[in-house]
Nanobody
Framework: QVQLVESGGGLVQPGGSLRLSCAAS????????SGWYRQGPGKQRELVAI???????LFANSVKGRFTISRDNAKNTIYLQMNSLKPEDTAVYYC?????????WGQGTQVTVSS
């Protein structure tokens, strides 16, 4: 059974930082592409960042230069480091993995950026 478990969300002031983690069981992150999506209030789910099996990365324009994505193969975990957070980054952040033509999602973690 595949499980993706996110952690690290919370409340942070504008300009602050958070690091999200997503630990996987039942799949190997490095076997395919994985990443982070988010869904803000009243908005559709959107791509935030992706890391491929070869460790290439892709970012949404709105987060370029502020967010980084990484993977720890030994821990089978991916991370999203979020710096210079803005109120518009407020959303539920979801971990995603695409392996062998199948897509898997975590349960989501809330990130709220507010003073």
């Amino acid at each position: 059974q595949v499980q993706l478990v996110e952690s690290g969300g919370g409340l942070v002031q504008p300009g602050g930082s958070l690091r999200l983690s997503c630990a996987a069981s039942g799949i190997i992150f490095s076997s395919g592409a994985s990443g982070w999506y988010r869904q803000g209030p009243g908005k559709q789910r959107e791509l935030v960042a992706i890391i491929t099996s070869g460790s290439s990365t892709l970012f949404a324009n709105s987060v370029k230069g502020r967010f980084t994505i990484s993977r720890d193969n030994a821990k089978n975990t991916i991370y999203l480091q979020m710096n210079s957070l803005k109120p518009e980054d407020t959303a539920v952040y979801y971990c995603n993995a695409n392996l062998g033509g199948n897509g898997y999602w975590g349960q989501g973690t809330q990130v709220t950026v507010s003073s």
